[in-house]
């Protein structure tokens, strides 16, 4: 008997095992509901946002998900650099 392939480890996805509501609480937290709206300009970040409307557009919206997926690993990247540029400064 046969078994399938295993599937690929998700170790390095730095996005396996988050959720979108913690995705969408860390870029809100980070940027503000008026700067993630300038960089994803959808409603439900422009007009009223809140993490539940986020939400209900984000779950069916694959390209808006992607879109915030995306500006979250920027995010991620921004503070990595920030944090090495900041050791390399101090003595």
């Given amino acids: 008997m046969q078994f399938p392939p295993s599937a690929p480890s998700q170790r390095a996805n730095p996005l396996h095992g988050l959720t979108l509501e913690t995705i969408v609480n860390a870029l809100s ?37 992607e879109k915030v997926e995306g500006l979250y690993l920027f995010m991620l990247r921004e503070i990595r650099r920030a944090k090495t540029d900041e050791q390399e400064s101090s003595p």
Avoid: I, M, N
Avoid at 31 to 54: I, K, N, Q
């Fill in 29 to 65: 937290t980070h940027y503000g509901w008026a700067a993630l709206a300038e960089l994803v300009p959808v409603r439900c970040f422009t007009h009223d946002p809140s993490v539940a409307s986020s939400l209900k557009f984000l779950r069916k919206t694959p390209w808006a998900r």
